[in-house]
């Protein structure tokens, strides 16, 4: 994609996203056979849901309809959410995944596996999980040491969020009674 028609993209799309209280973090342009493919990735504090990704896909195709930034070929047009396996690049996106476990390279090599306790304009301040039954390390870490992150998928671990639904359905269960 050229930077021009990228510019273009953003500058038509962006408005838009926006408004509906969105970031618009990617926006991809690719061929599949004759077709064009147009994939646009928005993100939220809050996530973002089918039903807005749906709403969002109408109001970007209307728009792109009335420009010529897609030029006269065919195209398909994608809206969605970034993935779990999407790279952290922005601070936002460190500050949407306080809490959860990340896998971070550093720029020394090494490898960390931590959770994320709080994020500020300098870095993350971690929880490395012990090993071996040894307890669990803090590990401060500045953003120019990362070279990469990326959330790990954890499917056993219950938040908190999970758990005080859980506790207010117990004490829902026990006023039944």
């Known amino acids: 994609m050229s930077t021009t ?8 799309l962006e408005p838009l ?12 342009v690719s061929r599949a056979g004759r077709r064009g493919m ?24 209307a728009l792109l309809d009335e420009s010529d930034v897609m030029g006269e070929g065919e195209y398909v047009l994608e809206v969605s959410s970034p993935g779990a396996d999407r790279p952290l690049t922005e ?12 896998k971070l390279t550093l720029t020394d090599g090494d490898e960390l596996v931590a959770r994320v306790l709080a994020v500020d304009d300098e870095g993350l301040d971690l929880e ?42 117990n004490d829902e269960k026990e006023e039944e009674a």
Do not use: M, W
């Open 5 to 12: 028609q990228s510019e273009r993209l953003r500058g038509l």
């Open 17 to 28: 996203v926006a408004a509906k209280d969105l970031d618009l973090e990617e926006i991809e």
């Open 38 to 61: 147009l994939r646009v990735i928005v993100d939220s504090e809050e996530g973002v849901e089918l039903d807005l990704c749906a709403e969002l896909s109408r109001e970007i195709s």
């Open 91 to 102: 601070h936002r996106h460190y500050v949407r995944n306080t809490g959860r476990l990340a």
């Open 128 to 169: 490395v999980p012990g090993v071996k039954g040894r307890k669990p390390t803090a590990r401060r870490v500045a953003f120019a040491d990362i070279a990469k992150a990326r959330v790990e998928l954890e499917f056993s671990r219950k938040d908190k969020h999970d758990e005080h639904d859980e506790n207010d359905e």
